[in-house]
């Protein structure tokens, strides 16, 4: 995407204003998979970054207690039964974020992530994704080795993110910490639009990463990828076409429901979401497309989500 595309969006996303949610936002469901710890400093590591993200997603993000799934020290069981629970809870529109938070492995033919007993593989993760009806998926895996999971999970309509960029980093990751920081940080919000999207995110866990590294004076063992176009290749930063479905996914987010308490925002928020749609069907559609025509279409949804974002904005003020 140009430069102007971006330069264009940034100028005139001025944001959202932050809002009092009363109500669980029941568009958005997530499940944490807390695995099996190994080594007692470890396992308690694992449950500390679990705790604090479940409280995270339910006190600042709006997750509902119906909505919020957690499996501590997870077996495949488990796992399979709640992804089979899913099938009846999840509509199309609803929005599934999973999160991975433990040791993964890779004996260079199949990844897996770790669970109490038996692991699964990650073709078998993306077997249990793809029988759900639900057209947005986002998956945290946050786990050593986990880059491998990109390939297996590569979907239309999905947004990998790995700690790792392949099955050979295989180190206890730290990137799952970071990520729940960024989620807690003030400043994650970047574009200053009043939400934190999957990249915003992504992006913030992956500078605070690298940077421990760096004081650490240590050579790094885990670098980030992130993967929302299809293809199966992910990326350690937004480029070649990366990151733009990411860009349009919040994790915090105003239901509809709420904001139709004042009809002409929740008519802007209906507004806003038909064009994050059109644009997750525009970049589903690139390589079919010239690529003059991609861009110009691209740059007028984000120039049109931008004077959306612009009116919530000012409606809430």
Do not use: C
């Not at 029941?26 to 998979?33: D, R």
């Not at 295989?170 to 009043?194: E, P």
């Amino acid at each position: 995407m140009r430069y102007s595309v971006l330069i264009l969006f940034l100028l005139l996303a001025t944001g959202v204003a932050a809002q009092q949610k009363t109500q669980p936002d029941a568009n958005k469901f997530a499940v944490i998979i807390n695995g099996a710890g190994g080594e007692p400093v470890y396992a308690k590591q694992f449950e500390q970054w679990t705790t604090e993200l479940q409280s995270a997603l339910a006190s600042r993000y709006n997750f509902g207690e119906r909505e919020l799934i957690v499996l501590p020290r997870a077996t495949a069981d488990d796992v399979k039964r709640t992804f089979g629970q899913l099938k009846s809870q999840l509509q199309p529109n609803n929005v599934l974020f999973v999160f991975l938070i433990g040791h993964g492995s890779f004996d260079g033919k199949e990844s897996k992530f770790n669970l109490v007993g038996p692991d699964l593989s990650a073709v078998e993760y993306n077997a249990l994704l793809t029988s759900l009806p639900t057209n947005r998926i986002v998956v945290f895996n946050m786990s050593s080795a986990s880059g491998e999971f990109v390939k297996s999970l590569s979907a239309k309509g999905r947004i990998i993110i790995t700690a790792t960029k392949s099955g050979q980093e295989t180190n206890a990751t730290r990137f799952a910490g970071y990520f729940i920081a960024a989620l807690k940080a003030t400043d994650a919000d970047t574009d200053q639009d009043g939400h934190v999207s999957v990249l915003e995110a992504f992006v913030y866990a992956s500078r605070l990463t690298a940077d421990f590294y760096t004081r650490a004076g240590r050579l790094a063992t885990e670098h980030a990828l992130l993967e929302d176009n299809g293809d199966g290749v992910g990326h350690e930063k937004q480029e070649a076409g990366e990151g733009l479905l990411a860009r349009a996914t919040y994790l915090d987010s105003l239901s509809i429901d709420e904001a139709a308490l004042n009809a002409s925002t929740g008519k802007l928020l209906k507004e806003r979401s038909r064009l994050e749609g059109e644009i997750e069907q525009l970049i589903a559609r690139k390589r079919d497309l010239p690529e003059a025509e991609y861009e110009a279409n691209l740059e007028r949804l984000f120039i049109e989500l931008a004077k959306v974002n612009r009116s919530i904005k000012q409606a809430g003020t």
